[in-house]
């Protein structure tokens, strides 16, 4: 018997066929969102638009179908997501940007999944847009630099061209190493667009090509990579062990912090696993006295949104988390008051309560228009015995500086470091107003600093590195 087949009849075998071979290979992945060929340096950054919403419910969803893309490297060479996903590895895909102070404290985390799992996952870090420039945020709606970025002078505008993004990445590989791949996102933004907006988000592609786990903020508690990366491969996992830990809050700033109308001032904290245990701390906005035209947010393991009162924080033992409260002023004089408090989720004994006051002031303007220090708050306390004398930054992660008026300089200055235990770290004489003080030998903590001269102490207070 002769079997006749029509043009459309016969189209659509082959496309049933080769749908069949695609989904053998499991790559059926949605139509390319990638950006073509490498863009040229001058291409110019499409508009970028404000996003404040919530970082889970945006882009793709477990169980969704990725889309492919390529995109490129710093040097020019490409990754394809279709191709990564041929070599029988799942793919890791975790976003971030200079100034985003949370992408910086993962990337550690990041080199260590480089170096478990590399023989079993495809890693790599998609470059999407600045999270925190000294322009606008994408992710507040109006600047917001960031102490962090301010004690490190990381501190970029959000990049107009391809070629400025790519400097940007530049400073970045420069200043830490990375092991994982470093992409950068078209001028466009395809990727950030359709994967979602957030400063760090993540996604493990499995080699179907569907979404196996999307976190909104990479490795943010619930969510932990490594149960999620051995729970794909089949590894054993010691996931959900009980958290019995506890831990102490320090203030590191002064709890009253003060500035120019307009200005953000900023607060800080140390929260400390001081045990043998994980701990789950939860941070919650117990007062809230805002101003009428003020906003606050916190900072710790992720940098959260004006409207977020509380968060819940892990923390392993040995474990040091910076927390950091924003007051976001208005252009009037005022004032502003928050409580903030801090209990270990598993023992209601173990808590910790802390007011930030915010002031503004005219006296903190000067003939120019400026605030005299974008640190106030952050040192207002490290100047005991004289206001001259100033360390910064503070915190800080490798260096700091001390310094101590030229008037001051009549005799050999002396300057010690004590941790809280009294016992003596550093002993150095300073023959300059400006001192380098290096991180070497001191773990992440708080110490004590004396400067003194001839038996006479000039300055006291406190020094924190994490």
Not at 96 to 116: A, E, H, M, W
């Amino acid at each position: 018997m002769n079997i006749r087949y029509t043009f459309p009849t016969i189209c659509f075998i082959l496309f049933l066929l080769a749908a069949t071979i695609v989904n053998a290979q499991g790559l059926y992945l949605d139509p390319s969102i990638g950006i073509g060929a490498l863009p040229s340096d001058n291409e110019a950054i499409c508009p970028i638009p404000i996003y404040t919403g919530d970082y889970y419910a945006t882009g793709l969803q477990a169980g969704d179908t990725a889309a492919n893309f390529t995109l490129y490297d710093l040097n020019g060479d490409s990754i394809n997501l279709r191709s990564a996903l041929q070599t029988g590895k799942p793919v890791l895909m975790i976003t971030g940007s200079y100034t985003c102070p949370v992408f910086r404290g993962k990337i550690p985390l990041i080199n260590d999944i480089v170096q478990t799992y590399g023989n079993d996952l495809t890693t790599f870090i998609v470059y999407t847009v600045e999270a925190h420039p000294t322009d606008t945020s994408p992710y507040f709606g109006f600047i917001n630099i960031t102490q962090a970025n301010i004690n490190e002078g990381i501190l970029y505008d959000q990049p107009t061209t391809y070629g400025e993004k790519k400097a940007i990445v530049s400073d970045l590989l420069n200043d830490i190493t990375i092991d994982a791949p470093v992409l950068i996102d078209g001028p466009c933004n395809n990727w950030w667009l359709h994967y979602g907006p957030a400063p760090q988000n993540a996604y493990i592609i499995d080699t179907t090509g569907k979404v196996f786990v999307k976190h909104g903020w990479f490795n943010k508690y619930p969510d932990d990579i490594i149960c999620d990366i051995d729970s794909l491969l089949g590894n054993p996992s010691n996931c959900g062990g009980a958290a019995d830990g506890s831990f102490e809050f320090i203030l590191a700033s002064a709890d009253t912090l003060y500035g120019a109308p307009g200005k953000t001032l900023y607060g800080s904290g140390l929260l400390i696993n001081n045990s043998t245990s994980d701990v789950l701390i939860d941070v919650r906005r117990l007062q809230n006295n805002m101003a009428p035209d003020w906003e606050s947010s916190m900072c710790l393991d992720a940098c959260l949104s004006p409207d977020v009162d509380t968060t819940t924080l892990f923390l392993a033992p040995g474990d040091t988390q910076l927390y950091t409260m924003y007051f976001f002023s208005g252009d009037n004089i005022d004032t502003s008051s928050i409580r903030m408090g801090f209990r270990n989720q598993n023992d209601n004994q173990n808590f910790f309560v802390q007011w930030f006051h915010g002031i503004t002031d005219s006296s903190y303007i000067d003939t120019t228009g400026n605030p005299p220090d974008t640190t106030t708050g952050m040192i207002a306390e490290n100047s005991i015995a004289h206001q001259d004398i100033r360390v910064y930054p503070n915190p800080f992660t490798t260096t700091t500086t001390i310094y101590v008026p030229e008037a001051l300089m009549t005799a050999p200055i002396e300057l010690t470091v004590y941790d809280l235990n009294g016992k003596l770290l550093r002993h150095q004489i300073m023959n300059h107003t400006i001192h380098m003080l290096d991180r070497e030998g001191l773990s992440k903590g708080m110490y004590i600093y004396r400067v003194k001269r001839q038996e006479e102490m000039i300055g006291q207070g406190k020094m924190i590195v994490y």
